[in-house]
């Protein structure tokens, strides 16, 4: 199978929004009157991003999820994205397999294909990611004020806890490490969630690389510090496998390390003025998407942790770094 072939096969369908897809040079894309396009890429790599035992199926779904996942974040509604693939080799089930959830999970968000590369070469996939948002309604980083309550989205840690497991680093019973590995390979995008948080929500990002490192983004874009309670996030690891009574049989410092700063959780981290917990309660049924209220924005810089007694914790939690982490 050629190149080209493989692109007819696999990744060529007719568009219903954009005004041109895949075949030419270009495509075209017609956002409404009014709105801006909200442009966000990502790229996930074999051996650094996703095991090579993958189920191709749910690296599909992944690929495009964490780029929404950005446009939730910004709350923006997805148009359309290209996909740039390359491949050590043509295998049609593996293909079959990768754009059957990659495809599935963009029909779900009416996000059309419209355009990309492929060639030969170590397994790299990197998608850019099209969205909507009206003009000056746009979720950035930069809005925190002191006061704000500071929030997150579903839960924490379950991919870092999978991805513990998965290296060897600890023993999880396989029911429990199932559910965990759902998480680290197949995570859910909250663009619902982000749309509802419009007008909202005073600052917000995307949980990718660890909680505590990601919320340093908002304090340094708003120029503002951060008190969280560290009493509340432990017991966001939420896989129904794992209830709060077999917790005790895990380090404490793990369940930590897994929701302060484990990576990969894709949930939305966000401020909000506290007048407007009713509208963020609001915006959480709407969505059908359960937030958390983990802390508030302060005026002095800096992050700072405290336990259920309000004292400090002085453990640090480093976040992922692509080219920190060894």
Known sequence: MG??????????????RAALGVGDDCALLAPAPGMQLAVSSDMLVQGRHFFADVDPERLGHKALAVNLSDLAACGARPLAFTLALALPRVDAPWLEAFS???????????????????????LNIC??????VPAGQALLRSGARPGDDIYVSGTLGDARLALEALQGHITLPADVLAAARLRLEQPTP???????????????????????????????????????????????????????????????????QCTLAGGDDYE????????RRAAVAAASLASSTPVTRIGRIEAEPGLRL???????VVQRYASFDHFAAG
């Open 3 to 16: 190149e080209f072939d493989l692109i007819a096969r696999y990744f060529t369908r007719p568009v219903r």
């Open 100 to 122: 059957r959830g990659l495809l599935a999970l963009a029909d779900g968000h009416g996000c059309e294909l419209v355009g990309g590369d492929t060639t030969q070469g170590p």
């Open 127 to 132: 998608i850019t990611v099209f969205g909507e």
């Open 190 to 256: 909250r663009v619902a969630l982000g749309q509802a948080l419009r007008g909202v929500a005073s600052s917000a990002l995307d949980v990718s690389d660890g909680l505590l490192g990601d919320l340093g983004h908002i304090l340094r874009a708003s120029g503002t510090g951060a008190c969280i309670d560290t009493s509340i996030t432990t017991y966001l690891i939420a896989i129904s496998a794992l209830p709060i009574s077999a917790r005790g049989k895990f380090d404490p410092e793990l369940l930590h």
């Open 268 to 275: 939305l981290a966000f401020t909000a003025p506290v007048a």
């Open 306 to 312: 405290v336990d259920a007694q309000g004292q400090p």
